[in-house]
């Protein structure tokens, strides 16, 4: 629905912001920039698994209701 598109799409403009910030800060960094890079690839990641554990917490709240 909406909202499933809504979060994958703040999902990828977390992750391009990250990558951009790797791209242009990698230098300035020195060691540490890896942890932009890091950042934006599980960004994608997060994008990809985002359905998977919406539908894990909707079935915990489902179970919970159904329990009381």
Do not use: N, P, Q, V
């Amino acid at each position: 629905g909406a909202t499933s598109t809504l979060r994958k799409t703040l999902w990828i403009f977390f992750a391009i912001t990250f990558a951009g910030f790797w791209l242009t800060h990698w230098s300035d960094m020195g060691g540490y920039s890896y942890i932009y890079l890091i950042t934006a690839i599980l960004s994608f990641i997060m994008m990809k698994m985002d359905g998977t554990i919406a539908r894990h917490f909707a079935g915990i709240k489902i179970r919970k209701e159904m329990s009381i």
